[in-house]
């Protein structure tokens, strides 16, 4: 049982360049969620899932898309790197009673 | 807007003594509160929470304490140990809000031998 796990643990990208972060899950949770954290900042909420093949904006959506195609996954997608992205990203997926598991987080430097 | 602040970016304490991490919050309607602990290159991991119809939870070395006239809660690590020394958060839900956890800015705490 791995819990959340993310991938990869660090990107470094250029200013304009895509990637995509993968979060799985193994808990067969039915919520999922990604958080940014930045220094001196609480985590804020990007996008989240309530079930497979829904999506919905978080705190701080725009710059970002997700996707929920199964069950297990909950990819989180940045079309166009901006160094305001450079970030500490989490995922987590959470039990019917509230409480958040977390992955252990990917680095993202945009330069 | 912050609904949950976290005054104290850090915090030393001597091991064995206690340790009390501070939580304002102003959003009345927050149904529990929780503690995640977090080391680095971590994820957070939860520590303990508490029911807003409740004043104190513990578990073991934690107890939580929840103020809610003054909107305050408070973590009481006793006695603090080497293995403590992480970022707490401190965050806050409401039910109605699909459990989306509202969070603190966190607080450093190191635990000196």
């Known amino acids: 049982n791995a819990g959340v796990t993310q991938t990869p643990k660090f990107r470094v990208l250029k200013t304009g360049q895509s990637m995509t972060l993968l979060c799985a899950q193994d808990?067969?949770?039915?919520?999922m969620y990604w958080y940014r954290q930045d220094p001196g900042m609480g985590l804020r909420l990007i996008h989240y899932?309530?079930?497979?093949?829904?999506?919905a904006k978080g705190e701080v959506p725009d710059g970002y898309n997700v996707s929920r195609l199964k069950k297990q996954n909950f990819l989180l997608g940045l079309e166009s790197a901006a160094p305001s992205q450079t970030s500490v990203y989490f995922c987590?997926?959470?039990?019917?009673?509230?409480?958040?598991?977390f992955g252990p987080g990917t680095r993202l430097t945009v330069l | 807007d912050q609904q949950v602040k976290q005054n104290s970016p850090s915090l030393s304490v001597q091991e064995g003594r206690i340790s009390i991490l501070n939580c304002d919050y102003t959003?009345?309607?927050?149904?529990?509160f929780l503690w995640y602990k977090k080391y680095p290159a971590e994820g957070p991991t939860f520590l303990i929470s508490?029911?807003?119809i409740k004043d104190k939870n513990e578990d073991g070395r934690f107890t939580v304490f929840l103020n809610k006239s003054a909107k305050h809660l408070s973590l009481h690590i006793v006695p603090s140990q080497p293995g403590d020394s992480a970022v707490y958060f401190c965050?806050?839900?409401?039910?109605?809000?699909?459990?989306?956890?509202?969070w603190g800015a966190g607080t450093k705490l190191i635990i000196k031998p």
């Open positions: 987590a997926s959470r039990t019917g009673t509230g409480m958040q598991y």
């Open positions: 808990m067969n949770h039915e919520y």
């Open positions: 899932s309530v079930g497979e093949g829904t999506t």
């Open positions: 959003n009345s309607m927050f149904d529990y």
């Open positions: 508490i029911s807003s």
């Open positions: 965050a806050a839900l409401t039910m109605d809000s699909n459990y989306q956890l509202i």
